[in-house]
């Protein structure tokens, strides 16, 4: 049999030919759109790039509820800094590499370029700008101060933030790759295990022997 059936006589003006590779693909075409999520819309400039119908979101940051309207593929980074002007949390490597946009989601440190907003709705997010209390510093952030942490300034808002959580999963008894006793009801914080609980965040400015001061006095430990 032949492969192409055609419904006119060959060689007539616009004749319309059906082969079995139109048929394929016609069937895959509408099995495909059929099996779309219905959130998800052909793009209207160029039927290519899909878009995303906006979903509402409501976190909790700093303490204050905020109500947002989101593409659900926009990252928490994204939602703090670009609708809601919270810019202190920064955008570093945007790859989860360097640190930069740690921020404490239910008290747990998290790269922000690494979550979608969606997956926090209704959770408690706090970012560097609600850890002062007024004019009164977090003991982290005098800390860091006093001990000369930050050049640039760049990483600190996420070596602050990754410090107090990672205090956090001390006292908690998490070890780390360093621990060497691990029946301790709290690993004891040497340089080392700092070192190695703040390998997450990067500073370009190598301020890293400041960084660990900082955190043992904020720790209560002498320095």
């Not at 926009?74 to 670009?82: G, S, Y």
């Not at 640190?99 to 408690?124: F, K, P, Y």
């Amino acid at each position: 049999m032949n492969e192409r059936d055609s419904t006119a006589e060959p060689g007539t003006p616009n004749a319309f030919e059906v082969t079995r590779r139109t048929v394929i693909e016609t069937g895959a075409t509408a099995l495909l759109l059929t099996t779309l999520p219905h959130a998800v819309l052909a793009d209207p400039i160029d039927g290519n790039e899909p878009l995303s119908s906006p979903v509402k979101v409501e976190l909790q940051i700093n303490g204050q509820l905020h109500s947002l309207t989101l593409d659900p593929r926009t990252t928490l980074l994204d939602a703090l800094r670009e609708h809601l002007a919270l810019t202190g949390s920064k955008k570093g490597c945007d790859h989860g590499q360097c640190g930069a946009c740690t921020v404490l989601i239910e008290g747990r440190r998290i790269n922000s370029c690494l979550t979608l907003a969606v997956m926090h709705d209704g959770q408690s997010v706090n970012t560097i700008e609600g850890l002062a209390q007024g004019a009164n510093l977090h003991p982290m952030q005098t800390a860091f101060v006093e001990h000369d942490g930050f050049q640039c300034g760049y990483c600190t808002s996420g070596q602050i933030c990754s410090a107090i959580g990672m205090l956090a999963e001390s006292q908690q008894g998490m070890p780390s790759y360093v621990t060497e006793d691990l029946t301790k009801s709290a690993p004891e914080l040497t340089d080392a295990e700092i070192r190695e609980r703040m390998s997450g965040n990067i500073c370009r400015c190598a301020a890293y022997p400041n960084i660990v001061e900082a955190i043992k006095q904020a720790a209560g430990m002498p320095t």
